[in-house]
C-alpha cells in the first residue's frame, strides 16, 4: 500500500518495529531516573482514525484531546470517545496524495494563547496549490466544532516542491505563535534557502497574534542584511516537530535529516532568538554541502544526533511534565518514523543527560513499535503518540 509520509525522505516508508533487549541497555541506564524502559508503557486511548498525525489536549480540560487526521479533518475525543461528528473538517480546501513524494496534508493545530475566553484555534496545512496556510477558525460556545465557514487564512507561504514543508505550530511560553518551516524540498537544499533570510523556508517564524493578522514582535532578531522580520531561528532542513518545556520554557526541534544524520536541537528560554542550526552547511555535526553560500550567523550544533544506521527520520517530542509516571519526569522523549525507535534524555545546563531508549516497552496493541507521526501532550502535561499506520492514539502509562 502506498501512504503519504508527511515530512520525511520518501524513500523511508516501512516500518521496521525492533525489540531492544533491556541487557544492552543497561549502560544507558545507568544513572537515569527511571530505573528500566519497562517503566512505562503504551495504553490505548482510541482508535480508528485515519493517519493521524498530530494529537493535543485543550489547554483548559484535560479530558478534551483533539486528533488531526492527515486528509484535512481533526476529531474531538472526550474522555476518549470520539465525537460523532467532526471537530473541523477541511478536507475540500486541503491539498492530499498518497504519492510517497508529495508531502501535503493537514499538520498540526493551536489554542489562541487568551483560550478559551478567545474561541480561536490555528491550524497548518497545505492548500490545493500545495502551498503552507495558517488558518484561524471561529469555535462554538461549548467547544466542542470549529465553523468551517469561519477562517480567516493569517499567513500563506508559497512551496516551491512538494516536499520539506515543515508542519508544526505551537502557540510559546510568551504567547507568541511559532510555525515551523521546511527548506522547500529542493534536493539537498542546493538553493540555500535555510540560509537565505530573505525567504520563510528552513526556517522557525515567530509571531505575535493580532485580531485581524499575525504580526512581527518587536523583540524578533535584527537579522544581518533584512532587519527584524518573523524568522526565529534558520538553518533547519524540515522541522516536522519541535515543543516548548512547559516548566522551564526550552525550546526543542526534531529536525529530519538527509543521508546522513537526524539531529534534536536545544534553544534555551530567554534566548534572543536568531540562532542558525547550519543546514544545509552542516547536517548534525557533520560538514553537508560546500558548495552553499557562508552562514550569515554562527552555526550552532545540535545537542543530539544519530546516524542512519539506528533511524532515518526523527519525529520530535515532548519533555514529560505530567504526574503519571515520576520518574520520566525532565525526559524529552522523542521517536524515528522509519523504525519506531524511541528514546529519552534529560537536559541539564544545555547539555543532554541520561540517553535511554524506550523501544522496548512502548508498544503498541499489535505488540509492535509504534510509527510514531507525533506526541502530543494533554493540559495535565501527560504524553500521547499517534500511531500514523494503525491510525490509534496512545497514552504513555506506567507500566502495569
Not at 485515519?50 to 483533539?66: E, I, Q
Not at 498540526?108 to 492548500?127: C, E, H, I
Not at 477558525?137 to 520539506?164: C, D, I, Y
Not at 520518574?327 to 535511554?356: E, P
Request: glycine share 12%; charged share 20%.
Amino acid at each position: 500500500m502506498t501512504v503519504l509520509t508527511p515530512r520525511r525522505n520518501s524513500s523511508v516508508l516501512q516500518r521496521c518495529g525492533r525489540t531492544v533487549s533491556i541487557a544492552l541497555l543497561l549502560p544507558l541506564l545507568l544513572g537515569a531516573t527511571l530505573r528500566a524502559a519497562e517503566d512505562v508503557a503504551l495504553e490505548r486511548v482510541a482508535g480508528g482514525f485515519k493517519r493521524p498525525v498530530y494529537v493535543v489536549g485543550d489547554p483548559s480540560r484535560a479530558s478534551h484531546l483533539f486528533v488531526v487526521e492527515l486528509g484535512g479533518v481533526i476529531r474531538l475525543l472526550v474522555d476518549g470517545v470520539p465525537n460523532a461528528k467532526p471537530f473541523l473538517n477541511i478536507s475540500s480546501r486541503v491539498a492530499v496524495s498518497t504519492d510517497p513524494d508529495e508531502e501535503y496534508g493537514l499538520f498540526s493545530m493551536a489554542f489562541d494563547p487568551r483560550w478559551p475566553k478567545k474561541r480561536f484555534v490555528y491550524v497548518n496545512y497545505t492548500n490545493l496549490n500545495g502551498d503552507t496556510v495558517i488558518g484561524r477558525f471561529t469555535v462554538n460556545k461549548r467547544l466542542t466544532l470549529a465553523k468551517g465557514n469561519s477562517e480567516l487564512q493569517m499567513l500563506k507561504v508559497v512551496q516551491p516542491q512538494t516536499w520539506h514543508n515543515g508542519g508544526q505550530i505551537q502557540v510559546g511560553p510568551d504567547k507568541y505563535l511559532y510555525i515551523g518551516m521546511g527548506d522547500g524540498g529542493d534536493n539537498s537544499d542546493t538553493g540555500a534557502a535555510a540560509q537565505d533570510l530573505a525567504k520563510l523556508l528552513g526556517k522557525i517564524l515567530r509571531y505575535k497574534i493580532g485580531n485581524k493578522k499575525l504580526k512581527v514582535p518587536k523583540d524578533n532578531p535584527v537579522l544581518p542584511g533584512v532587519g527584524r522580520t518573523p524568522i526565529w531561528a534558520i538553518g533547519l532542513r524540515n522541522p516536522w516537530r519541535f515543543s516548548f518545556d512547559r516548566e522551564t520554557g526550552d525550546l526543542l526541534i526534531g529536525d529530519v535529516g538527509e543521508d546522513a544524520r537526524e539531529e534534536v536541537d536545544f534553544e534555551a528560554a530567554g534566548s534572543a532568538g536568531g540562532v542558525n542550526y547550519g543546514w544545509p552547511i552542516r547536517e548534525g555535526g557533520l560538514p553537508f554541502n560546500g558548495a552553499v553560500a557562508p552562514a550569515t550567523t554562527p552555526l550552532v550544533g545540535p545537542i543530539h544526533e544519530y546516524n542512519h544506521g539506528e533511524g532515518q527520520s526523527i519525529t520530535g517530542g515532548y519533555v514529560y511534565r505530567g504526574a503519571a509516571i515520576p520518574g520520566l519526569v525532565g525526559y524529552y522523549v522523542f521517536a524515528d518514523w522509519a523504525n519506531g525507535r524511541i528514546w529519552a534524555f534529560r537536559v541539564k545546563d544545555g547539555k543532554k543527560k541520561g540517553l535511554m531508549e524506550l523501544s522496548s516497552a512502548l508498544l503498541n496493541d499489535n505488540g509492535d513499535t509504534p510509527t510514531v507521526a507525533s506526541f502530543g501532550e494533554d493540559a495535565n502535561g501527560e504524553l500521547y503518540v499517534c500511531d500514523f499506520f494503525e491510525g490509534t492514539i496512545y497514552r504513555v502509562v506506567p507500566a502495569p
